[in-house]
């Protein structure tokens, strides 16, 4: 995002001049304070009044700190439209100078659902890291939590990498990039070499402690230029101590085939434009049965890494209150649907479906229903004498009536089970399909599922939406924006996040 002060500069004024002279551009005090205040209280109330027509909807939400060390929290809401379309939106990034207790953080939750009339029990879930005061905020606030699937997995591999012949492989490995990124001349003879080669024309990265998949593709690019890294540190004396032994190559290549497949379903589960949740369980199962399996020519490291990363994914993943979501989840997801559920639970989370259909209902009913219409008619009732009238005929059927309407409720409940048996009979969907656009074309068929439907897949799996926003607040309060208010970077992140 362009700084106001743009809008004063000489250049930026010639070149409107010249677009159009009979535009006079307004000043900078004019977007600061009534342009962008207005086009946020704007888009503001429109945010508003869609949320007032969700009947459930999930929350990201996370604390970061700007280059002025101000910390923020920001929340994110997840939901799915009428058509059946997946909606986020970034509701603040609110200035939290308070020590970040679990208290404290718990009642700033509360109050952020409050400026936003937003009601803590159609919350499904808030998907958070697992700090531990973000954790016990939610205890708390006794809100249902989601483990954010990308920390659970860095935390897995940070654990799987803790082998000395890996740290003094991956030291190995840093030293090179560091030869290689602060000298244009070794840069040059690198290019030389991969032609002489044939070998792909990548420039070496470097690595991130707070990012695997970096140090991953860090690995990866060294084994792949292996041959022309150790061509051009040969020919340098003071280099050649760098170049890479084969014990070394023997650690790295495991490494790089153990975590280079993972890499793929971080980037995969933290899209927040389609449908995430259903796919953890599947994913779980996939890494148990394929990809972190052992193999026939798999190295020790390899093990002990496949290992280490799986016992720690199924240990935090196996909490009874997260298993369950997630088996709602791919329950209703028509590509999964009861595949990846235990199945000695299938039952459980089928009567489980069942009972909360027939809560949606109820409370659909009591929304529409109003106590209005009835009061009338008692003032009425009130108003009239009591007459007393000879016994019909048909007073005598008025238990009967009763039992009649009894069993047509008991009938709704086994029109519930029908429909959910059919289902999940259905034919079986691509796994390239959108369940999106497939309730779309379905809910008629299975209205009641359906809802439960739109109120369970709107999870996301990973907290990347929340740091979506801190990327955007880190692009508007740079080194020349240093003294923006927190008010201003909440405006500016919320317009920047939802225009």
Not at 16 to 31: C, H, I, M, N, Q
Not at 52 to 79: C, K
Request: proline share 4%; hydrophobic share 40%; aromatic share 8%.
């Amino acid at each position: 995002m362009v700084p106001l002060q743009k809008v004063d500069k000489d250049g930026f004024r010639a070149m409107v001049k010249t677009l159009d002279p009979r535009y006079v551009l307004p000043g900078r005090k004019y977007f600061s304070q009534t342009a962008i205040p207005n086009l946020y209280e704007q888009h503001r109330s429109k945010l508003d009044a869609e949320l007032r027509t969700v009947a459930y909807f999930s929350t990201t939400a996370d604390l970061w700190s700007s280059r002025t060390m101000e910390p923020y929290l920001s929340i994110t809401v997840h939901f799915i439209s009428d058509d059946w379309e997946l909606r986020n939106h970034c509701l603040q990034t609110s200035y939290f100078p308070d020590d970040h207790t679990g208290l404290i953080i718990a009642q700033g939750l509360r109050e952020a659902l409050d400026s936003w009339r937003l009601k803590e029990e159609r919350q499904v879930a808030l998907t958070t890291d697992s700090g531990a005061n973000i954790v016990k905020a939610v205890q708390l606030n006794d809100w249902r939590r989601l483990q954010c699937f990308g920390h659970r997995l860095h935390l897995a591999i940070e654990r799987s990498v803790k082998d000395a012949r890996i740290e003094l492989a991956v030291g190995v490995c840093k030293q090179i990039v560091a030869a290689f990124s602060y000298s244009w001349k070794r840069k040059r003879d690198l290019a030389i070499a991969q032609a002489e080669l044939g070998l792909p024309k990548h420039q070496l990265k470097t690595e991130m402690p707070t990012r695997w998949g970096l140090r991953q593709k860090m690995i990866e690019r060294v084994t792949e230029q292996e041959r022309a890294i150790n061509q051009v540190l040969k020919a340098d004396k003071k280099t050649r101590h760098l170049v890479p032994s084969w014990q070394d190559m023997d650690v790295l290549e495991p490494v790089n085939k153990v975590l280079s497949p993972l890499q793929e379903f971080t980037d995969a589960l933290s899209g927040e434009r389609y449908v995430s949740v259903s796919y953890l369980k599947p994913v779980l199962h996939l890494f148990n049965e394929t990809i972190l399996a052992e193999g026939e020519n798999d190295t020790q490291l390899t093990k002990d890494m496949k290992t280490t990363i799986l016992t720690y994914l199924n240990e935090k993943y196996s909490d009874p209150g997260t298993d369950d979501l997630l088996d709602m989840a791919s329950l209703l997801d028509p590509r999964f649907k009861t595949t990846y559920i235990k199945i000695e639970k299938v039952d459980e989370i089928k009567a489980r479906a069942v009972d909360e259909i027939k809560s949606l209902l109820t409370e659909q009913q009591a929304d529409t229903t109003g106590t209005s219409s009835a009061l009338p008619k008692a003032v009425a009732a009130a108003a009239e004498p009591e007459v007393k009238r000879k016994k019909s005929l048909a007073s005598f059927f008025k238990k009967q009536g009763s039992s009649t309407a009894q069993s047509r409720a008991t009938l709704s409940d086994e029109e519930i089970k029908v429909e959910l048996r059919s289902y999940l009979k259905a034919v079986e969907v691509d796994s390239d399909t959108d369940p999106l656009e497939w309730w779309k074309c379905h809910q008629v068929n299975f209205p009641r599922v359906a809802k439960l439907a739109r109120k369970y897949l709107c999870i996301p799996a990973t907290i990347a939406p929340s740091e979506r926003a801190f990327s955007t607040g880190g692009n508007i309060v740079t080194c020349h924006r240093s003294a923006l208010k927190p008010d201003a970077v909440d405006r500016l992140v919320f317009l920047a996040q939802n225009l």
